[in-house]
């Protein structure tokens, strides 16, 4: 067995190759039976598939262990030959590869998860474990779990292989549809960041699609993740030809999409289903002598259930209701271990606006384990959203996390350094986020001592390597008991502005008094405004969700998922292209307003909206560009429409070098033609020399400069300077969407104009000054 | 010097690459609203492409951190990565020929920014596959020697100029020219390259 550094090392410096299918080879060779028998029935025939790919030129090669797990095998009689099967398979495999990789090959059971079907975590943990162990006494070089389609299974997989050795190589891939969803509901980013918590070292995609459907799917995964990366396509979507199963991507077809898995930072390159030694051949070829590219992790903070991401760059609302206290109904139903109630309670938060559900089990000591562990097992599959698993007792918190199907909210720790340890420890073999209170053994009153406990709880966690996957709570009294919200609104700042996030138990304020709801909700407002984060409350409160979506709209931070937006009319026209109908609404408005009317108070508006629904990622660029290309002409015809007259004084504009934004340009240049300047348009994209000499050739009255994008501004800056070094000491106004009045002085400018007629009015008090 | 001439109904691009670079990427499938104008983009491309890859090989030898080939030293990171030590270096040009560039004009003056666009982004594709095809069969065709990773001029540090000794290397054979000062290729949908090529272990034959 190699070393897992030592597999590390070979991925750092070349890509892989991996090797092809093996049942098809087997069918070729007139093999029919289930794969996994022939390791005992005719292992000189998997040696020779062996043989045949790493003739090839893999560097990887996998048992034929496919399905070689008891859950898998019991299904054809075969799971008392389980341990000579393994053995046999890793013997074969050994033999053939000389001095290649060896990797232990495990497929799922082909069981879902309870609710969807009726396999629980402990019984995939079971079933791997005892496969991966006996590959590991063997002396595999790695083991790679394939083809999974959900993702708990996955991951009690992965813990298996684990608990049988720290120091094996361990892969761990799943398979998605070509809507990039796995079986049970999971995409490519819920994966990447659920799995980058736990102790794999890569991941990867395999089978279902052929190589050109899997790119997105790839690169989506390889942006979110650090780990190595392993992907094996199928040669396309099977076809049927003659009855019979056919793969239609031949080696040549295949290996053109090389080049984009390489560009995406894969490390280990093979192929699934339909794959030959010929393709694999190829692949050697193409794939050359590569060392893999280098890939940055995009950084983002989110917690997922196994169908649902949630990120923290919105406000996130924590449903409270799944917690007994105070609900003896609820308890009663804990008790008799119930858990339709729990689903209700989860799917009536969720529908009101909960992305979170915080999960309490009262006393705990009460409560039976195997419920808890079946709450908390399916709910995420039943009501779709993550979890914030709010277990006190460490034992049963351990459970809990290990069998969440995903990467969950752990609430909560005190900043207690043994206790801090312990349960960052859990999330570091199980996965998960943590919410530390600011509190130790005693309850801190002030500000001060709640950010003496956040100073101690950073550099505890610094020491553990774990400031990154925690929010901190203040910690919320009732006011009832000298709760003091100031100094908690103060914690919030003082924890926003250092850049965590942060969590508030919302309720707990107004413990015991009358009208909660108003209480509750003020307070929020008020912690929203220092950059609260998220709040654990309830959101069947109406009023406390109506007075969070406002107060949100007030503080400009976005909106709440799930809130409609209301139809903007002119916007739609001009996304969709309707130019016909835009004509028509302008010649609408033309009966009321003026021209120029019209572009200020109507559609350069609306185009700014289309700019902010472009930047949300709610339009795409051709949509982008279909917009622009739709209301041109309308400008055109806006500025046709002004009168024209030549005669008096130049006026140079320009849109500066690497920008291509003209139609506010064009209007700027249409009004100041219409108040009678001789106007000289440089058009778009132009190059500081030739804005410097036009001015030098035409002494005009002034220059004007368009500018949109933070990235051309600096422009401006090119062009006085040159104008500056030529001694010519026009006037320079400026104007575009990402500028505004400071700017344009620091860039240099001499005036900034917002629109065009305060680009007129500045050239008349120029005429005026002179 | 080998030059192939490719019909650009053989050059096949990725249909997910393709989506990605028309500002798709973000999306599952191509609004149905917008499909349409890609398959048009997509024909009118067919008509006026003319897809030509040429390329070349030199020995190479490297030296203090220095490749050098036909009287070329290339250094820098770029190299460094991808180019050093290789005993024999392929130089690329690959282009789609003028009439591509006359199209997209045509529809930009037409104020059909969205079809130019599309044909734009479209030919983008269709230039660097084509290289990619040739590039995979070299590959295929030298079983002997491990090709790298095409590296091109103007990415990282490896110089734009290049562009200028390339297109002279290639010249007479194919109609591409060089801006003075900006190096920018004319016709624009023209790419350049360089691959090195290693020679494979012994064992790895
Ligand atoms: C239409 C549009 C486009 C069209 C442009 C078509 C064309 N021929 O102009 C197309 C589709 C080509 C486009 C492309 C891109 N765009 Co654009 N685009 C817009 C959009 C939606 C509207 C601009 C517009 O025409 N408004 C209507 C006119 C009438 O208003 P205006 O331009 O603001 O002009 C008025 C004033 O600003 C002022 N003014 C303007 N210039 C001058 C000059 C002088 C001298 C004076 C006195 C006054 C003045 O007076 C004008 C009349 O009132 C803006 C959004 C926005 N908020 O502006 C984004 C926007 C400018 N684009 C943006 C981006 C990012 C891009 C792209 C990079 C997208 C991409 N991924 O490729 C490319 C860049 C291409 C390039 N190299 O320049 C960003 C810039 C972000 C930033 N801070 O850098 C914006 C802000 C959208 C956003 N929020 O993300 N875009």
Known sequence: MRKRSDVARMLEERVLLLDGAYGTEFMKRGYEEVPELLNLKAPNVVYEVHRSYVESGADVILTNTFGATPMKLKKHGLDVDLERIVRSAVQMARKAADDRLVFGDLGPTGELPYPLGTATFDDYYENFKETARIMVEEGVDGIILETFSDLLELKAAVLAVRDVSKDVFLVAQMTFDEKGRSLTGTDPLTFAVTFEDLDVDALGINCSLGPDEMVPIFQELSQHTEKFLVVEPNAGRPIVVDGKTVYPLTPEMFSVHIDTFYESGVNVFGGCCGTTPEHIRLFRKVMGERRPLKRKRRKLFAVTSPSKIVRFDHFVVIGERINPSGRKKLWEKMLEKDEKVIVEEGKQQVERGAEVLDVNFGIESMVDTGYVKRVVQSLPYVVGVPLSLDVQDLRLAEEALRVYPGRPLFNSSKVEEKELEQKVGLLKRYGGVLVVLLMGKDVPKTFEERKEYLERALNILKTLGFEDRVIFDPGVLPLGADGRPLEVLKTVRHISEKGFLTTLGLSNLSFGLPNRTYLNSAFLVLALNEGLSSAIANPLDEILMNTLRSALVLLGRGELPRVEVKGDEIVEVIVSGNEEKLKKIVEDLLKEKDPLSVVEEVLRPAMERVGKMYDEGKIFLPQLILAAQTVKPIFDRLSDLLPKSETGEAFVIATVKGDVHDIGKNIVASVIRSNGYRVVDLGKDVDTSVIVETVEKEKPIALGLSAMMTTTVVRIREVVDELRRRNLTVPVIVGGASLNEKLAEELGADFYAKNASEAVRILKELKGGK | ?205
Do not use: C
Not at chain 2, 31 to 41: L, Q, S
Not at chain 2, 43 to 66: I, M, Q, Y
């Open chain 2, 1 to 205: 010097m080998s030059k192939v001439e490719l019909d650009p109904r053989e050059i096949e691009i990725p249909k997910n690459v393709l989506k990605a670079r028309l500002g798709f990427g973000r999306v599952r499938e191509i609004p149905p609203a917008f499909e349409k104008y890609v398959r048009e983009a997509y024909e009118e491309l067919l008509e006026v492409a003319t897809p030509v890859v040429l390329w070349e090989d030199f020995e190479a030898k490297s030296e203090g951190g220095k490749i050098s080939f036909d009287g070329l030293e290339l250094s820098g990171k770029l190299v460094e990565a991808h180019l050093l030590g290789s005993k024999l270096v392929t130089v690329f040009l690959a282009t789609l020929g003028e009439g591509v560039d006359e199209k997209i004009e045509e529809h930009f003056a037409r104020g059909e920014d969205l079809m130019g666009f599309f044909l734009d982004g479209i030919a983008s594709e269709m230039v660097e596959y084509a290289l990619r095809r040739v590039d995979a069969t070299l590959r295929i065709q030298r079983p002997h020697l491990l090709g790298g990773f095409k590296v091109s001029p103007g990415y990282v540090d490896l110089p734009l100029e290049l562009n200028e000794r390339i297109v002279k290397m290639f010249e007479g054979q194919v109609d591409v020219r060089v801006v003075q000062g900006s190096y920018v290729l004319v016709p624009r949908k023209t790419i350049t390259a360089f691959l090195g090529w290693r020679e494979r272990d012994a064992k790895e034959i």
